[in-house]
């Protein structure tokens, strides 16, 4: 279950996110979708709390995430991002291996059992459709790897440590329309286990991936409802503009 | 649960560890500043600084040595703003992206590695010996500005790179020559932090002392120079010969802590100039 | 005409730019030139011999056992390899010791006197060995000219004397200074690197923006301050210091040279590695973030390797300033050319001889031209420490 109450944020005077209320749906693709410097992006990084690293940032009202505010003090923030994983606009695997990419998060979570370790590698690979393409080259550097596999190994390395929340941040946006395709098909298959929020630029995406759809605006949130709706039959006008490219 | 208790804690020492270090660290390189500024405040004095040094410079002032380390700045300076400023241009903008470059580079990289001694060495043998300069003004300015040369040039290069392509191909799309573009735009843009460069390695330049041992600097002299053939007294060194070789060295004591408390001094000046205009004239650039 | 000017402009900085080359080549030229001089060379000086009776076996010697035979360490010629017969050692103010004054009236305007009675005295005594002005030696000896093994690379380096002035023969063997350098610099980086380390992990990851905003200029304001000062320091605070903690004789001591230099090599060290710690792409670094990880295991496992080339090139380039930096240490170290054996003795270093001795050498003489050597092995170091510095750089663009 996760939820947004009256959320607000301020990068110091700006006002980025104006009064959010949003439930998500659990084991389903919500696609957060609007023109750039909508808050899209900001309102995805409320979920596992990497706002707080941007000095001067400041948040009102409540992020629940399995009936727990984790804007409340005392949260431990280490161990809801372990919850809540996050796949980023860019490739960016760590400069190790591509097997201890993956077991980076279990190893900085206190798993030190290499037996299960592996295991959990060998199913992660899996998850994400890499496993066939790197079983043979676990040793090798990350970087020699292309931005497509690289990407899937970025979403291999989020899954091992078994959260249940999914954050992309345009996972596509760098990848040619090959890699494109083969990610979308594992979003497909991924929401099967794990609630996912995808923000995306590309409309068409949106429409294929998701099964609810956002659309934000000047730091509002505009219209939230199934994604069939909001493609073919939006409640207001403004949506309609922008799914049918009238703007944005 | 555990692990992530474990994990805090360990977060927290390795913090504190790295804090206590820093803290300890700060406080003695603040201290070696505040020994000598509270040691050596109460010996500058007008006369400290206008004086000429007497009887075996235990008393006195040290303005030969402030008029040496000038001229010494002064001379290095005209040799090596000009040359670096110009190789800067001319690595940046015109040279291709080739073999030659990378060794000029290389080569300016490796110039800027030497020792200071080792410049000393070369400028004993070739100012001082080979083209008889002597122990004089101009032969101590060459060996400094060759030592400040690499400095200027890598300011230079760095200032130059870090403005924006668009400039250039605006000013090109205008009908504007290369060497107009350089000069009418990109020279005064990089400006600022040319001159920070520049005013760095005076700094530099002007606390050297291994360069100046066998190429200018005197031990004592009763007057000032009148031509660059003479040799001078100068800061850096004066503060050596009177902390190590004196002839009186409890007594010239006094004249050591007000000569460093100086060079510090001069040192600090130069920096506040070079942040004032990286300030100033940034904002400025950046609000036309 | 525009473009002939802009040309005759290019030109011009073209030539500009080759000024480092030509200086760098100029350095080469001038450094090696005087240095190697000293390679091939008798170990005498120039104008002087040594001689034996002509009876003598031995006509070779090196310049060790010269030298030990005239510091009365060899006695019999037997231990270099002559006869069993004590040796008598002849230097030109014991002619008096033969002759009587009127004997000598009139040597100081006659040189083939004073020629003949040096020869009377060597042809008499069988167990001599004179060391002598080779305007000395009459035109057709009964003496015999010694032969002395020449200076080279493999002495120069081995050697473990370092007396350039001496007589009869100068030694010049570098290998205590190489020590001495060696101890004092790698020290000082062992002292510097946690601090420095340290320090460049606080300000890069773990100060307030403000703190850093306040340390940032301190550390460029203390790399600024000239060595002389810290020399200063050391030798007014650091030295009394030591030598009371320690208690030992004196303070100037190689562990001085390294507390100083470590102060001196830390703003480099920092700041290098300060860079290299933020230069680490923030979006790898969020990516551990979010796996869970702390921001300490983030700033070790992640953050850290990823600077760890930079890291060692503010290593290297610590310990190359280190090596090559002379008055904080010519001031502070003792410059005592012995072996070390521990870091509380008296130490010299390569460019604290240089700047110590430069000024009492003959120009063009072997001390002169050693310590124009001492320059070269210095530059080849920077040489050496520079390229590696820039192999790495390199590596490391070659990786992201």
């Known amino acids: 279950m996760i939820e947004a109450k009256n959320l607000n944020l301020y990068y110091g005077a700006f006002h980025a996110l104006k009064d959010i209320n949003l439930k998500v749906a659990e084991k389903s693709v919500t696609a957060l979708i609007g023109p750039s410097g909508c808050g899209k992006s900001t309102f995805l990084r409320t979920f596992n709390r990497m706002n707080d690293l941007i000095p001067g940032v400041k948040i009102e009202g409540d992020i629940i995430v399995d009936d727990e505010n984790i804007y409340q003090k005392g949260i431990d923030v280490d161990r809801l991002r372990k919850r809540v994983g996050m796949v980023f606009q860019k490739p960016n695997p760590f400069a190790k291996s591509i097997f201890e990419n993956v077991a980076y998060g279990m190893r900085v979570n206190g798993i030190s059992n290499e037996k299960v370790i592996k295991e959990a590698v060998e199913q992660s690979l899996k998850q994400s459709a890499l496993w066939d393409e790197v079983k043979d080259s676990l040793k090798k550097s990350a970087y020699a790897l292309s931005g497509g596999q690289q990407q899937r190994l970025c979403i291999a390395r989020a899954l091992a440590v078994e959260p249940t929340i999914l954050l992309m941040d345009e996972p596509a946006s760098a990848l040619d329309p090959i890699s494109t395709a083969k990610i979308e098909e594992l979003i497909h298959e991924l929401k099967k286990k794990y609630t996912i929020l995808i923000v995306t630029h590309n409309m068409q995406q949106a429409a294929r991936v998701s099964d609810f759809t956002a659309f934000f605006y000047m730091g509002s949130l505009i219209e939230y409802d199934l994604t069939k709706t909001i493609f073919t039959n939006p409640a207001k006008q403004q949506t309609q503009n922008y799914v049918t490219g009238r703007f944005g | 649960m555990n692990h992530s208790i474990i994990k805090k804690i360990t977060q927290a020492i390795a913090f504190n560890i790295f804090r206590i270090m820093s803290v300890i660290l700060v406080a003695i390189l603040f201290s070696i500043l505040a020994f000598i500024v509270y040691r050596g405040a109460s010996y500058i004095t007008w006369d400290f600084i206008t004086k000429m040094p007497e009887e075996g410079m235990t008393k006195g002032g040290i303005f030969p040595a402030i008029v040496g380390t000038l001229s010494l700045v002064a001379g290095s300076m005209i040799v090596a703003f000009p040359l670096g400023v110009c190789s800067g241009i001319y690595i940046n903008e015109y040279a291709p992206e080739n073999g030659f470059k990378r060794f000029i580079k290389l080569m300016t990289n490796n110039l800027a590695g030497v020792p200071s001694i080792v410049f000393g060495l070369f400028g004993m043998s070739l100012f001082v010996n080979t083209l008889k300069f002597g122990d004089s003004i101009i032969a101590g300015s060459l060996t400094l500005g060759l030592l400040a040369l690499p400095v200027i040039i890598r300011v230079t290069e760095e200032a130059l790179k870090s403005i924006d392509k668009t400039y250039r191909e605006a000013s090109y799309a205008l009908g504007a020559t290369k060497l107009q573009t350089i000069v009418k735009v990109v020279l005064p843009m990089s400006m600022p932090n040319i001159l920070t460069g520049l005013i760095l390695s005076i700094g530099r330049v002007s606390g050297e002392t291994a360069p100046i041992l066998f190429t200018v600097a005197a031990y004592f002299l009763p007057k000032l120079p009148t031509s660059i053939f003479d040799q001078v007294m100068a800061l850096p060194y004066h503060l050596y010969v009177l902390s190590t070789s004196g002839t009186n060295m409890e007594e010239s004591r006094g004249m050591a802590y007000g000569t460093a408390l100086v060079l510090i001094i001069i040192v600090l000046i130069l920096n506040l100039i070079a942040n004032i205009i990286r300030h100033f004239l940034m904002k400025k650039i950046k609000h036309k | ?400």
Not at chain 3, 274 to 286: A, G
């Open chain 3, 1 to 400: 005409m525009k473009k002939i000017f802009e040309r005759i402009v290019e030109g011009f900085l073209f030539l500009s730019s080759t000024v480092t080359t030509i200086t760098v080549l100029l350095i080469i030229l001038f450094l090696f030139r005087e240095g190697t001089g000293l390679f091939g060379k008798s170990p005498t000086e120039e104008g002087f011999t040594v001689a034996v009776n002509k009876n003598n076996p031995v006509s070779e010697l090196n310049a060790e056992q010269v030298k030990n035979i005239f510091d009365a360490n060899i006695e019999n010629w037997k231990q270099v390899g002559g006869k069993n017969d004590s040796i008598l050692v002849f230097r030109m103010d014991d002619i008096f010791k033969f002759y009587t004054e009127e004997e000598l009236a009139g040597v100081d305007t006659n040189m083939t006197l004073l020629a003949s009675k040096i020869d009377e005295v060597i042809q008499k005594n069988p167990n001599i060995i004179a060391f002598i002005s080779s305007k000395n030696l009459p035109a057709n000896p009964s003496s015999k000219i010694i032969t002395i093994a020449k200076i080279n690379l493999s002495d120069f380096f081995r050697g473990e004397e370092w007396f350039p002035t001496s007589q009869p023969v100068a030694e010049f063997g570098i290998y205590p200074l190489i020590m001495g350098t060696l101890w004092v610099s790698f020290l000082a980086i062992l002292i510097a690197l946690p601090f420095g380390l340290a320090m460049a992990i606080y300000m890069a990851e773990i100060a307030a923006p403000g703190v850093r905003n306040i340390l940032k200029p301190l550390i460029e304001l203390l790399s600024g301050i000239p060595s002389v000062v810290y020399g200063f320091f050391g030798l007014i605070v650091i030295v009394p210091l030591l030598q009371k903690t320690f208690d030992l004789p004196v303070g100037e001591t190689g562990l001085a040279g390294s507390i100083v230099l470590a102060i001196m090599a830390l703003p480099t060290i920092i700041t290098v590695a300060e860079d290299s710690i933020r230069n680490t792409p923030v979006s790898v670094k969020e990516a551990s973030l979010a796996l869970g990880a702390s921001h300490w295991q983030t700033i070790w496992r992640i953050m850290i390797p990823y600077a760890s080339s930079g890291i060692t090139a503010a290593v290297i380039l610590g310990i190359g300033r280190a090596i090559g930096e002379t008055m904080a240490v010519l001031m502070v170290t003792g410059n005592a050319a012995v072996i070390p054996h521990t870091i509380l003795q008296p130490m010299r270093t390569i460019p604290a001889t240089i700047a110590a001795e430069l000024g009492e050498s003959a120009k063009g003489g072997m001390h002169y031209q050693a310590l124009f050597a001492l320059g070269c092995i210095l530059f080849i170091i920077t040489l050496v420490v520079n390229l590696t510095v820039e192999m790495i750089s390199k590596k490391r663009k070659q990786n992201r």
